[in-house]
């Protein structure tokens, strides 16, 4: 079980679960993400966005990718942290939570991984 702790500031956030339960034909040290709500694997991923600045704290472009269809602008107020983000969404079949997105962020040298939270529970 992998576990990764998050920048301290935003909104609620949860480390990281995985588990080696299950296997990936053909890739070797796969491990199942989790979710992070009721630890169920049954995942899908949805929107998928990218943050990308052209330097510290400078502007940058937003891509955003739904449905099969992308859409790039530059958008410095989408932006988490000072440095590039890449965040994909998320859905869980077993609790019905929609609204968690998994963030993979730059900061001071260092990649941090971890789920952001809704503030509110699902149902």
Not at 24 to 42: I, K, S, T, Y
Request: proline share 6%; net charge neutral.
């Amino acid at each position: 079980m992998a576990h990764a702790k998050a920048p301290p500031h935003g909104s609620p956030r949860a480390a990281i679960e995985m588990s080696n339960d299950c296997t990936l034909a053909g890739v070797e040290g796969a491990a199942v993400l989790r979710c992070p709500r009721c630890r169920g694997g049954n995942l899908h991923h949805g929107a998928v966005t990218v943050n990308q600045r052209r330097g510290e704290d400078g502007p940058g472009n937003a891509t955003y990718v739904k449905g099969g269809l992308a859409h790039v602008k530059q958008d410095d107020s989408a932006f988490t942290g000072r440095r590039d983000c890449l965040a994909i969404s998320f859905e869980c079949e077993q609790c019905g939570d929609v609204d968690f997105v998994l963030r993979v962020q730059q900061h001071k040298g260092n990649t941090f991984v971890y789920w952001e939270l809704p503030t509110t529970s699902p149902g």
